[in-house]
């Protein structure tokens, strides 16, 4: 949807779709609590499907090209809803992308995606409606629609740790997950795991997805190759290691993120069980909390901080002519910190 299109979609015409009236239209954009929740969800969905941009956000994407003198330096950062369960992760993106910001002159407006889509939108227009917004940093996993939306909104869309979709025009910045999970299964290999499970996240889920794909990779170093899904808490991580011993399930080693490994270390040491004598352990993340724990954790280390540092360093090059958007991706190395798990 161009520029144009988007300029001449007005408040009358949106209230026309939504059948109401411009006061209720008006009514949701500041988020009036007198609007009745079917009713704001209509209106809603009509703003997404015309492509409905407020006049300052429109004014930001007259101007997209440069940053010049005299522009608002501001940007969005949202964060997905899969963040929320890796917090740590995803605060360091965050220091990342502010420390960068603040030695670049930019400054950084942070809203996080609710499950709730409809309320999410109004956040993000509320967010990217600062008149001469210069772009959006995406952290976490979003869908095609979503970020089609985002990008109707406001200019120079980043994707951070997040898999660019086919066709769409943004910068990505995102982790080697792939060789980094196949870091993590080397070593349990080479620490004597010959059954190892892996516990990913929710079916579908990027990392999820190369967690599978490096279980494939490297399949014939081990007799077998166990894959369970689930969130990223550390409560799932202790049910599921309890339940794989309560049934006696043959498994001598465990890949997860960092956060699911505290539950499985706490479910490993309930059952009487040691690490790694019994179960060899490797996690993914590095979080500051796996050298302090008893045995400490080997773990997959991404720089995140340098995630968010490459996505504003990006944005910048952008806004100023220095790069084209399209097609662009900055991978970040995955490294293994051994320890004492595996």
Known sequence: MNDAHCQSVTISAVAQNAGVSRMTVSRVMSNDPRVLPQTRQRVLAAMQEMGYVPNPSARAMRSRDKLLAGQNSCFAVIFGTDTQNADEFFCEVARGVESQAAASGLCALQVHWLEDAHASWLRV???????????????????????????????????????????????????????????????????????????????????????????????????????????????SGRQIVSDLIARGADF?????????????????????????????????????????????????????????????????????????????????????IRRESA
């Open 125 to 235: 227009q509320s967010a990217c409606s600062v008149a001469g917004m210069c772009g959006v940093i995406l952290v976490g996993q979003f869908g095609r629609e979503d970020i089609e939306s985002i990008s109707r909104v406001t200019p120079n869309v980043i994707l951070v740790d997040c898999p660019r979709p086919a066709g769409t025009s943004c910068v990505g910045i995102e982790s080697d997950n792939v060789a980094g999970c196949e870091l993590a299964l080397r070593q349990l290999a080479e620490a004597g795991s010959r059954r190892p499970v892996v516990i990913a996240g929710p079916q579908g889920h990027y990392f999820s997805n190369a967690m599978q794909s490096a279980a494939g990779n490297l399949a014939g170093l081990f007799e077998s190759v166990q894959l369970l899904h689930s969130d990223y808490s550390s409560k």
């Open 252 to 336: 001598d080693g465990i890949f997860a993120n960092d956060t699911l490994c505290l539950g499985a270390y706490r479910a490993i040491h309930s059952a009487g069980l040691g690490i790694p004598k019994d179960i060899r352990i490797v996690g993914f993340d590095d979080l500051p909390i796996c050298e302090f724990l008893t045995p400490s954790l080997t773990s997959v280390s991404i720089d995140k901080r340098q995630l968010g540092r490459e996505a504003v360093a990006s944005l910048l090059q952008i806004v100023r002519g220095r790069c084209e958007q399209l097609n662009m991706k900055i991978t970040v190395n995955a490294t293994l």
